[in-house]
């Protein structure tokens, strides 16, 4: 229960406007004397949205930002003067219970007119030290932040730039033991800061909480140690952040959090692990490697893995399975685009009706709009009959284009069209035909990349590319190999009606050892063709790597998006060897000869993340 004369007590009696509010409700439960005067007095009880002189989302993410670190500042808050216009503020959120935030405003446009009287008062006390001028400085931060720094579950002490301690707050005292007079006007490095963990002497010099204001710069740090009043170290992660008066940099301000209790609870938990996979090499020392035991891991027809990346493409297949929103999905051939339209369609509502597929790559522009639109008969030399067309065959289901970049200019025209005015016309028909249709597009090939070459209409791009998919290659999720070849093998041993067969440890290893580049389709090849060879239950895999055959012959030519293929997968070996570091001595641009700036933009355009070699 709210204890109200509490809360009431600390907006009244706060220096600066300050309202309670309420952020389920979005209401003004309170507001001090100041509040009522600086807003006007129909503050309280009216809906804290009503006061807001910006976007009601700049209100969330405040809202978002109290709840996650307990206390924020912000300046983009902008509320309703008492005259109606919009105030220039500072605003300072404390969570003071769950839903209630207690919010204190400082109108910047007044601070900045006292700032500057204060200014020409401080010329004329010309007898006026440096230090004094910091040390009111920081004693005016404290007063206006009391209620913040008070009621602050983190630690927040502030530092002027000799590095003596400026003002303490009671989170910050309770962590270290150590009251605000102990502690105000000291070297706070050489109190709380002054060795590793290890016992190791720590360095003023090295720093980062005085390398913060010295560079200025803000400094964030989650893994180091300060030291108690009593001797005994406390693990923390903290944020530290220049401060500045009129311009001047006066310190920086630290904010604390004790993590001793989570990083003994995340070392327990590494130990556990470790023991956990001490286990599990024991007993993939064993010759079999008992997939039989090893569960179907699969939320869709055919889609099989526990990889990330399976994970996530099974979360995206349901979002657009939910959605009548049209689809791209994208990927290198035989990373199981078809597999997933599938699945798309068969975990919508639309299941029951047909799932129509096109291929955009096999047909000329003219067959292709027969096709796609159908036709009456005499409309063109050759046409004997009336063709009904794949978008009535797929009216009220999905239609599936295949390798959507192919598809000629001017069919892709009267494809927007159709998608944008849902009817069209048959060839040789006056007639316009209705259709209700998702179409779920595929493509091998970088479709923004079409655009820009001018192969590919924008507007159709945008009108198709509502909601992307990609399907990832193989050889970036090898946890997924295991599954699939189990998968493939038991389909192909029930089809081919073949006897029995397992998969031991060392055709898992050979497995994962290829790089397969043709993806999930090659391994189903792979291990079909090694069932139908298997001698005495043993598989025996045949890998005809693709960079073997190419060394084969000298005369092979390649499409472009075979040469982007080879490049991307290039990159992504010197990235996998050097774990993700582009530039330096040892990074992937010098293994690959060229510049960094020219590394990163061939990762940009051949999409390619870095993080995931790290």
């Not at 952020?23 to 807003?39: G, H, I, K, P, Y």
């Not at 944008?420 to 090939?445: C, E, I, K, W, Y």
């Amino acid at each position: 229960m709210l204890d109200l004369p509490d809360s009431e007590r600390l907006v009244r009696h706060h220096p600066l406007p300050t309202l309670l509010v309420n952020t389920r409700s979005d209401r003004v439960l309170s507001a001090n004397e100041t509040a009522r005067r600086f807003l006007g007095g129909e503050a309280v009880g009216a809906a804290f949205s009503t006061l807001l002189q910006c976007d009601i989302s700049t209100a969330a993410v405040f809202f978002d930002a109290v709840a996650h670190f307990g206390t924020f500042i912000d300046r983009s808050l902008s509320l309703s003067g008492a005259d109606g216009a919009a105030l220039r503020l500072q605003t300072y959120g404390v969570q003071y219970q769950p839903d209630l935030v207690l919010i204190s405003c400082l109108d910047l446009d007044e601070h900045d007119h006292r700032s500057r009287v204060a200014e020409q008062n401080a010329h004329q006390r010309a007898g006026l030290s440096q230090w004094q001028n910091i040390y009111g400085f920081f004693r005016e931060v404290e007063a206006q932040n009391h209620l913040i720094l008070e009621a602050a579950g983190e630690g927040i002490y502030g530092i002027n730039a000799m590095g003596q301690a400026t003002f303490v707050n009671r989170a910050a005292q309770e962590m270290l033991g150590w009251s605000s007079e102990d502690l105000i006007g000291r070297d706070l490095h050489a109190t709380i800061h002054h060795k590793h963990l290890s016992g190791e002497h720590f360095p003023a010099h090295e720093c980062p909480i005085y390398a913060s204001f010295r560079q200025e710069e803000t400094k964030r740090v989650d893994d180091d140690v300060f030291w108690r009043k009593d001797g005994k170290p406390i693990l923390v992660e903290y944020v530290s952040t220049p401060i500045y008066d009129h311009g001047v940099l006066a310190g920086a301000v630290v904010i604390f959090r004790d993590v001793t209790e989570r990083k003994e609870n995340e070392r327990k938990l590494r130990e556990a692990l470790a023991q956990v996979e001490e286990l599990k090499v024991k007993l993939e020392q064993e010759n079999d490697y008992l997939l039989t035991e090893i569960r179907s891991a699969r939320s869709h027809t055919g889609v099989v893995g526990v990889s990330p990346a399976i994970k996530s493409l099974n979360a995206r297949i349901d979002l657009a399975a939910r959605n009548k929103a049209h689809v791209l999905v994208s990927g290198p051939p035989g990373s199981g685009k078809s597999l997933t339209v599938s699945a798309i369609h068969e975990a919508s509502d639309r299941a029951r009706r047909p799932l129509v597929r096109i291929s955009c790559d096999h047909l000329s522009a003219h067959e292709l709009e027969a096709e796609l639109f159908g036709y009456r008969r005499g409309a063109f030399a050759g046409a004997t009959r009336d063709n009904t067309g794949k978008l009535i065959m797929a009216h009220n289901g999905t239609l599936h284009l295949d390798e959507i970049a192919e598809l000629p200019k001017g069919v892709q025209a009267k494809l927007y069209d159709v998608l944008q005015r849902g009817h069209f016309q048959r060839l040789g028909d006056s007639t316009q035909t209705p259709v209700s249709l998702t179409v779920v597009a595929t493509t091998s090939r970088d479709l923004m990349a079409e655009l820009r070459a001018g192969r590919f209409r924008q507007d159709l791009y945008f009108a198709l590319n509502v909601f992307s998919i990609t399907c990832e290659p193989l050889h970036e999720r090898p946890e997924d190999i295991p599954y699939l070849a189990k998968h493939f093998l038991d389909r192909t041993t029930r089809r081919l009606r073949l006897p029995a067969t397992r998969l031991s440890k060392s055709n898992i290893d050979a497995l994962k050892q290829y790089e397969w580049p043709g993806n999930v389709r090659e391994l189903e090849n792979v291990i079909e063709r090694a069932a139908i060879l298997a001698q005495g239950g043993r598989l025996k895999f045949d890998f005809q790597r693709q960079e073997n055959r190419l060394s084969k012959r000298s005369d092979v030519v390649l499409t472009n998006e075979e040469l982007r293929s080879l490049e991307r997968e290039n990159l992504q070996n010197a990235l996998r060897r050097t774990k993700g570091k582009v530039a330096g001595q040892k990074g992937a641009a010098a293994m690959l000869g060229i510049a960094p700036t020219t590394a990163y933009s061939k990762i940009k355009s051949l999409g390619v993340d870095p993080t995931l070699f790290k």
